[in-house]
């Protein structure tokens, strides 16, 4: 079975700062994608960022970079410069399935980032 | 464009009343899912539909039915709600690739008594 595991509750960052969220997954397929979303206290789901199980490089999106770390099952969003629109709950997820099935997602439980002025 | 669209947005039910919740999408995407999430948790699949006419079991499928009615539209279907159903409902949609991320719906939210 898939898991993921986010273990920081709450994080704080100060404005312009660079802040990392952690995520570390477990699963025994050998293709899977991550993905991080943002949910601001109005309720939406924001995608962010994905990575591919193979994928070579780290994903960038803007401000938004995944640190992933294949042999120790890590995925952490890097937030650089950090805003205080980026104040919100931060998901990690996980895909399972191949190519041309449904997409569905584990999610953590989520990391809530406050950025402080 | 609207993306995706759900209906209502809030919602009171009592305990064995029943209700079914409405989602649609207009970016032609195949896949459709529902999802619930509680408070200090993530979001559990519920059922999703991978492409028109089919539709399969997600994590917590007990306590509710759907109905992939075409294309644009996937409801959820609460037969008799129980307080255990009280939580945030959203539907979402992708494309049938593996790296397209899910758009989601703005949610709805049920408060069952």
């Known amino acids: 079975a898939q898991k993921i595991t986010q273990t920081q509750p709450g994080m704080f960052v100060q404005e312009k700062e660079a802040v990392t969220l952690d995520c570390t997954y477990d699963t025994s397929d050998q293709s899977y994608g991550l993905f991080w979303y943002k949910q601001p206290s109005s309720g939406e789901m924001i995608f962010l960022i994905y990575q591919g199980s193979y994928d070579e490089q780290n994903a960038t999106e803007g401000r938004y970079s995944l640190n992933f770390q294949k042999a120790r099952k890590s995925a952490n969003l890097v937030i650089s410069a950090s805003q205080l629109g980026d104040s919100a709950m931060y998901f990690c997820?996980?895909?399972?399935?191949?190519?041309?099935?449904?997409?569905?997602?584990?999610f953590g439980t989520g990391t809530r980032l406050q950025v402080t002025l | 464009n609207a993306g995706v669209t759900q209906t209502p947005k809030f919602q009171v039910l009592k305990t064995g009343q029943s209700m079914t919740l409405q989602c649609a999408q207009d970016?032609?995407?195949?896949?459709m899912y529902w999802y619930r999430q509680d408070p200090g948790m993530g979001l559990r699949l519920i059922y999703y539909?991978?492409?028109?006419?089919?539709?399969d079991k997600g994590e917590v499928p007990n306590g509710y039915n759907v109905s992939r009615l075409n294309k644009r539209e996937f409801s959820l279907r609460l037969e008799s709600a129980a307080p255990s159903q009280t939580s945030v409902y959203f539907c979402a949609s992708n494309p049938r690739t593996e790296s397209y991320e899910q758009y989601f719906g703005p949610g709805t939210r049920l408060t069952v008594t």
């Open positions: 997820a996980m895909r399972e399935g191949l190519r041309g099935t449904a997409s569905k997602l584990t």
């Open positions: 539909s991978a492409s028109e006419g089919t539709t």
């Open positions: 970016m032609n995407h195949n896949s």
